[in-house]
Structure formats: structure tokens, C-alpha cells
């Protein structure tokens, strides 16, 4: 089955200590990328990636790396997290269509943060 | 800067009763613009996704339109199973993967 696997899919930290969000992909994907979604604010992308070790910054990169070392797999990394950053976020993959045209993405499943 | 505007916030309906969504766009060179539905606490599920000018899609009581301006989802007859957030974005330019989300319309279907 295709599909877009993020873990962990709840996670309550503290301000401060280091945490990693995976996602993985089965679909071959060459774009993956990640969003958060906060009421009244929509889905904002924060960083997405073109294929191996190409990643580029979207709308809300502060606080925030990804690394791209295999096309599956594409984790978010929050080196010092703070309250601002409580969110759901959600990771999507996509592949390259024809004409220079993005097919559809498919979403992971969503992992909520609470940093206190 | 690319803007992606959606109306109604929200929209309660009658099963039955028809209506449609609207996404409004400011950006340069669209590349192409992708409907969603999303449930709540999960992630965003692919309707469709339009191209150019004049196209349109349909899928069961869904039918998604574009002009250079916006696009039109509209829903006939729907049912409470079609309650749901509607999420449109849009891709532009180059930047290959990059997607700039309208904020949704929540979508209620009362029996």
C-alpha cells in the first residue's frame, strides 16, 4: 500500500531538548516535504527536498533541519524546541509529472507537538 | 508574494442543498492548483488537480474549476459524509514540490 509513514504521531517534550520527527515514503518519491498547521494559520510548508541531499526552505524554516542522505526518508529536526513551535505537523510526498508539473501529494498522518 | 485566499471560513449546508467553494489566487506562473479534503485529526487527501485556465474536474458530487483568477469547487447534492475541511493549493514557477495552501473551508452537511 502506498503511503507517507510519520512517527511519532503525539509527542510532548520540554523547551530545549533536542527531538527528531520521522517520515518515511514507499512510493519512490523524488519531492518530499514538511508542514505545520496551526488554527486560523493554515497548512505553511517548512522545508521541502527535490531528491537527495537537494533541500530548499519553504514559508516557516526558523528553528527547524531536514536531511535528505535517502529518498526515502526525509526527518524533521528540532535542535531546541520552544512553545512557538507546538503544532501539527505533517509530512508529504510527491512525484515529478510530466512538463515540469508536481502530480499529487500524499500526506503522512500527522504528528502533533506540544513543547512546554 | 504568492497569496492563495479561500472563502467562505466556513459553510453549513442541508444534505441536498448545492454550493460551492471558492479559492482565489495572486501568484506568478501557476504551475498548477491541487484540491484537498482533510478529516479531522488527519492528514490532507488528494481530489484533483488543474492546470490550465478553462479545465475542469469531477468526481462523484465534486466538480473543481479554474480560470486565471480562481478556482470554483462545487458540490451537488452533497451528504454528511462530504463534512469535511477543503484545502486548495497551488505550485508555481520552478519551485518544483513547493505548494502555498489557501487556509480551508470547513465544510458542514446537516442531515
Known amino acids: 500500500e502506498a503511503q507517507v509513514t510519520q512517527n511519532p504521531r503525539y509527542l510532548i517534550t520540554v523547551t530545549g531538548k533536542k527531538l527528531t520527527v520521522t517520515c518515511s515514503q514507499n512510493m519512490n518519491h523524488e519531492y518530499m516535504s514538511w508542514y505545520r498547521q496551526d488554527p486560523g494559520l493554515g497548512l505553511r510548508q517548512i522545508y521541502y527536498s527535490m531528491n537527495v541531499e537537494v533541500t530548499d526552505k519553504g514559508d516557516v524554516p526558523e528553528g527547524y533541519k531536514v536531511s535528505r542522505k535517502e529518498k526515502r526518508n526525509f526527518p524533521l529536526i528540532l535542535e531546541s524546541p520552544s512553545p512557538n513551535q507546538t503544532s501539527l505537523y505533517f509530512c508529504?510526498?510527491?512525484?515529478?509529472?510530466?512538463?515540469?508539473?508536481?502530480?499529487?501529494?500524499?500526506f503522512g498522518q500527522g504528528t502533533r507537538l506540544t513543547v512546554v | 508574494e504568492d497569496q492563495v485566499t479561500q472563502s467562505p471560513e466556513a459553510l453549513r449546508l442541508q444534505e441536498g442543498e448545492s454550493s460551492s467553494l471558492n479559492c482565489s489566487y495572486t501568484v506568478s506562473g501557476l504551475r498548477g492548483l491541487f484540491w484537498y479534503r482533510q478529516d479531522p485529526g488527519k492528514g490532507p487527501e488528494f481530489l484533483f488537480t488543474?492546470?490550465?485556465a478553462g479545465e475542469e474536474k469531477e468526481k462523484e458530487r465534486l466538480k473543481a474549476t479554474l480560470t486565471k483568477k480562481e478556482s470554483f469547487l462545487h458540490i451537488t447534492a452533497p451528504k454528511p459524509e462530504d463534512s469535511a475541511t477543503y484545502l486548495c493549493?497551488?505550485?508555481?514557477?520552478?519551485?518544483?514540490?513547493?505548494?502555498?495552501f489557501g487556509q480551508g473551508t470547513i465544510l458542514t452537511v446537516h442531515p
Open positions: 493549493a497551488v505550485q508555481v514557477g520552478t519551485s518544483y514540490g513547493k505548494l502555498t
Open positions: 488543474l492546470y490550465s
Open positions: 508529504a510526498s510527491s512525484s515529478e509529472g510530466t512538463g515540469g508539473f508536481n502530480t499529487e501529494a500524499f
